[in-house]
């Protein structure tokens, strides 16, 4: 679970390529397009303009580069050319790059045009919860302090956090341990040491915490139809703290 110094570099590199997907999404009008035209858009900037494999393609027999969650979908939505997204939705594209044989993950909530207020402050909250999150990352720390963090900034603002889906260690493999769940009790789970490294990922609901997982199929919706966001980085345990790998030219430690 520990990964050595050439590792983290090699995971920074990868970090620093996706985070530039997301700053080329960033500069993109999305009202218009179709979700499958933005998985297009971002497989051949991945492929052609940082000569980057996308991580996400093939695993799973998932056919595509990214996830594209509308609205009430909370995770794993699939690209697909009916489905235009329009000025009032929220979307998270959640994106994975493999560079040198080492894998970075990211997403963020886009929000199309101008969007009801209501929706605009529950992607500024996950995103504000993402970070409270990130912020409990140190040697010495546990991972139950990280999930409780995010789950105790949710709930003040009205909100739930899923309990389904969490996030997980990353390095060659696109899932591997620990398990980061983001809700928790502080001073709990597992103890947090320098060349860690793993995804936080929260998705947070509007409503309840309660999804409808597909048997077959992938995109989850949440039970009572409320919007849900989602943002996520990958992050790595240093001497003194934590590095977001994946941090993009617009955001601060
Ligand atoms: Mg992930």
């Not at 390529?17 to 900037?45: I, Y």
């Not at 489905?83 to 886009?110: F, P, R």
Request: proline letters at 4%.
């Amino acid at each position: 679970m520990i990964k050595q110094p050439h590792e983290l570099a090699l995971l920074a590199q990868s970090g620093r390529l996706l985070a530039s997907v997301f700053e080329m999404l960033d500069r993109t009008p999305l009202a218009g397009l179709s979700t499958l035209a933005v998985n297009d858009m971002v497989e051949r900037f991945i492929v052609d303009d940082l000569k980057a494999r996308p991580a996400s393609k093939g695993q799973y027999d998932f056919a595509y580069v990214l996830n594209s969650s509308v609205n009430d979908v909370v995770c794993h939505g699939v690209p697909s050319a009916s489905e235009i997204l329009a000025e009032g939705d929220i979307v998270n594209l959640d994106i994975t790059l493999e560079k040198n044989g080492y894998i970075a993950d990211s997403s963020k909530t886009y929000m199309v045009g101008e969007v009801h207020p209501a929706a605009r402050r529950l992607v500024e909250t996950t995103y504000e919860a993402l970070w409270k999150g990130i912020q409990a990352v140190r040697p010495g720390a546990r991972l139950g302090d990280v999930g409780w963090a995010i789950e105790r900034h949710a709930k003040k603002n009205g909100y739930s956090v899923v309990r389904e889906y969490c996030g997980h260690g990353i390095g060659r493999e696109m899932h591997e341990e620990p398990q980061v769940m983001h809700y928790g009790r502080p001073g709990t789970g597992l103890l947090l040491r320098e060349g860690m490294v793993f995804t936080i990922e929260p998705m947070i609901n509007r409503g309840r915490r309660g999804v409808i997982t597909p048997e077959d199929g992938w995109a989850v919706v949440t039970k009572d139809g409320s919007l849900s966001a989602q943002f996520e980085h990958t992050v790595a345990v240093t001497a003194s703290g934590v590095a977001v790998l994946t941090l993009r030219a617009d955001e601060r430690l």
